[in-house]
Nanobody, 116 residues
Framework: QVRLVESGGGLVQAGGSLRLSCAAS????????MRWYRQAPGKQRELVAR???????DYVDSVKGRFTISRDNAKNTVYLQMNSLRPEDTAVYYC??????????WGQGTQVTVSS
């Protein structure tokens, strides 16, 4: 059973930083692409960042230069370092991976709120 558990969300002022963590179990973590999504109220869930098994990364344009995704295969954990946070970054952030057949697995989400 794949399990993804996010942590690290909270309330922060604009310009501040947060570091999200996602601990994975029940999957061959080191071989999987890991993703962070977010969903703001009334909006569709969007892909924020992803990191491949080889460590290649890419980001949605709105977070480039501010967010950094990384992984620690020894700890089966993926991180999202978020700097220079803006009110528009306010959302529930979700960790995601897929099975080899393409089935999505999601964490429960962690709330990030950025005050202006």
């Amino acid at each position: 059973q794949v399990r993804l558990v996010e942590s690290g969300g909270g309330l922060v002022q604009a310009g501040g930083s947060l570091r999200l963590s996602c601990a994975a179990s029940g999957t061959d973590f080191s071989m999987k692409t890991m993703r962070w999504y977010r969903q703001a109220p009334g909006k569709q869930r969007e892909l924020v960042a992803r990191i491949t098994s080889g460590g290649s990364t890419d980001y949605v344009d709105s977070v480039k230069g501010r967010f950094t995704i990384s992984r620690d295969n020894a700890k089966n954990t993926v991180y999202l370092q978020m700097n220079s946070l803006r009110p528009e970054d306010t959302a529930v952030y979700y960790c995601n991976t897929k099975s080899w057949s393409g089935l999505d697995y999601w964490g429960q989400g962690t709330q990030v709120t950025v005050s202006s």
